[in-house]
């Protein structure tokens, strides 16, 4: 037989990984090319779908009701995983007694509806409709057992909150008055429901683990105040913070980048790996406020909802966690020419959302021009 080369063989073990190698480096070039691409506008609340390939976008809603039931859920769009514009609705119940019944669907594009206006989602047995102001939430399964149906009135338009208007969105509708119904299995009629509900939606052009590292928020009601909290670390060592109260869902006082000191213990039965303060405080020449977490009700790893495979790859770059707690709050903000003083005092939830497991706490607390302060006492509560 001839010797010599083999015409058309296949290429060794080493060439197909340098191929590999080089396809990867070209795809993750083509990813962060693609991410710089701004999103279209859109209306209110409405979903941006964006096309870039890391792009994402979520509604979060926060109810807590006065038979001391919790609701906590979430529609996801994600490019990030199977595909482009998957679809996900998760999220949970919390009875008075601390147990917790989840649900969640996950869809890809084609297998989940949103109407042209991008403002009613319907993903697996979830839906979300934002297209009035009337909002409605609805979650109707028999096969899980579960059938819950709220509504809540938005007053007016949501506020930006933009923590970085130019890579990281949000807008906010304040806690408002909510009523429904909930039925789990076992029981034997719904359950009705009245409290409040609090709205956030937040997209972004570049996976979240990329810029935030953590983002506190508490969102509080009494009678005739809402109120949103946040503070967000980004990756890069920047700090943001806001502090939105309102009245009718109007805002009657803002402030920007005002210090936020987080002190005390960490919060039971809590993680070692994602601790949260039980004190949060804040102290400017013009508003003093003070948020005291009570018991955590749920801790939730927001990759849960990602295909196993999938979920295995997120996981590089990202081990997230997030966490849902009780606090009562007390604002007090003084009076000036334009404005009469105002002072709210009630029981909100605070949320922490992790992108990491924490090396470092988030000290020295934010000095007002949003750089590092310099390690002041945290503020008494006012």
Same mark, same amino acid.
């Given at each position: 037989?001839?010797?010599?080369?083999?015409?058309?063989?296949?290429?060794?073990?080493?060439?197909?990984?340098?191929?590999?190698?080089?396809?990867?480096?070209?795809?993750?070039?083509?990813?962060?090319?693609?991410?710089?691409?701004?999103?279209?506008?859109?209306?209110?609340?409405?979903?941006?779908?964006?096309?870039?390939?890391?792009?994402?976008?979520?509604?979060?809603?926060?109810?807590?009701?006065?038979?001391?039931?919790?609701?906590?859920?979430?529609?996801?769009?994600?490019?990030?995983?199977?595909?482009?514009?998957?679809?996900?609705?998760?999220?949970?119940?919390?009875?008075?007694?601390?147990?917790?019944?989840?649900?969640?669907?996950?869809?890809?594009?084609?297998?989940?509806?949103?109407?042209?206006?991008?403002?009613?989602?319907?993903?697996?047995?979830?839906?979300?409709?934002?297209?009035?102001?009337?909002?409605?939430?609805?979650?109707?399964?028999?096969?899980?057992?579960?059938?819950?149906?709220?509504?809540?009135?938005?007053?007016?338009?949501?506020?930006?909150?933009?923590?970085?208007?130019?890579?990281?969105?949000?807008?906010?509708?304040?806690?408002?008055?909510?009523?429904?119904?909930?039925?789990?299995?076992?029981?034997?009629?719904?359950?009705?429901?009245?409290?409040?509900?609090?709205?956030?939606?937040?997209?972004?052009?570049?996976?979240?683990?990329?810029?935030?590292?953590?983002?506190?928020?508490?969102?509080?009601?009494?009678?005739?105040?809402?109120?949103?909290?946040?503070?967000?670390?980004?990756?890069?060592?920047?700090?943001?913070?806001?502090?939105?109260?309102?009245?009718?869902?109007? %805002? +009657?006082?803002?402030?920007?980048?005002? !210090?936020?000191?987080? /002190?005390? #213990? *960490?919060?039971?039965? =809590?993680? @070692?790996?994602?601790?949260?303060?039980?004190?949060?405080?804040?102290?400017?020449?013009?508003?003093?406020?003070?948020?005291?977490?009570?018991?955590?009700?749920?801790?939730?790893?927001?990759?849960?909802?990602?295909?196993?495979?999938?979920?295995?790859?997120?996981?590089?770059?990202?081990?997230?966690?997030?966490?849902?707690?009780?606090?009562? %709050? +007390?604002?007090?903000?003084?009076?000036? !020419?334009?404005?009469? /003083?105002? #002072? *709210?005092?009630?029981? =909100?939830? @605070?949320?922490?959302?992790?992108?990491?497991?924490?090396?470092?706490?988030?000290?020295?607390?934010?000095?007002?021009?949003?750089?590092?302060?310099?390690?002041?006492?945290?503020?008494?509560?006012?």
């Amino acid at each position: 037989m001839p010797c010599g080369p083999r015409i058309g063989r296949r290429p060794g073990r080493r060439s197909l990984h340098v191929r590999r190698a080089v396809r990867l480096v070209l795809a993750v070039v083509a990813v962060r090319a693609a991410a710089q691409t701004p999103a279209p506008t859109a209306p209110e609340l409405a979903a941006r779908l964006s096309d870039a390939p890391a792009a994402m976008e979520y509604w979060d809603l926060t109810g807590q009701f006065r038979t001391g039931h919790r609701l906590f859920a979430r529609f996801l769009i994600t490019n990030e995983g199977p595909g482009s514009h998957t679809g996900a609705a998760v999220g949970h119940v919390v009875l008075p007694t601390g147990a917790i019944t989840p649900f969640k669907w996950g869809r890809t594009h084609a297998d989940w509806s949103i109407s042209p206006d991008g403002r009613r989602l319907k993903i697996g047995k979830a839906v979300l409709d934002i297209s009035n102001a009337a909002t409605v939430f609805d979650v109707d399964t028999d096969k899980h057992g579960i059938k819950i149906h709220v509504e809540f009135t938005r007053p007016a338009a949501p506020i930006a909150a933009d923590p970085d208007p130019g890579a990281y969105r949000v807008e906010v509708v304040t806690p408002v008055p909510a009523r429904g119904t909930v039925w789990l299995r076992g029981m034997e009629a719904p359950v009705a429901v009245d409290g409040t509900m609090a709205l956030t939606h937040s997209w972004m052009e570049r996976s979240e683990a990329e810029i935030v590292r953590q983002r506190s928020e508490v969102l509080a009601a009494t009678e005739d105040v809402g109120l949103y909290l946040t503070d967000v670390a980004f990756v890069d060592g920047r700090r943001r913070s806001s502090l939105i109260v309102t009245r009718a869902g109007r %805002v +009657v006082h803002r402030a920007e980048d005002l !210090p936020v000191a987080f /002190a005390g #213990t *960490a919060t039971r039965p =809590g993680d @070692a790996r994602y601790p949260v303060a039980d004190t949060w405080d804040s102290r400017t020449a013009d508003v003093q406020f003070a948020a005291r977490l009570q018991r955590e009700w749920l801790r939730w790893n927001p990759l849960d909802i990602i295909p196993a495979p999938f979920r295995w790859v997120l996981a590089l770059k990202a081990q997230p966690q997030r966490v849902w707690a009780d606090a009562d %709050v +007390v604002l007090a903000v003084a009076a000036r !020419p334009d404005r009469p /003083a105002l #002072t *709210a005092r009630g029981t =909100g939830v @605070a949320v922490v959302t992790f992108q990491q497991p924490v090396k470092e706490p988030l000290t020295p607390p934010l000095s007002p021009q949003g750089s590092a302060g310099s390690g002041h006492a945290a503020p008494r509560a006012p």
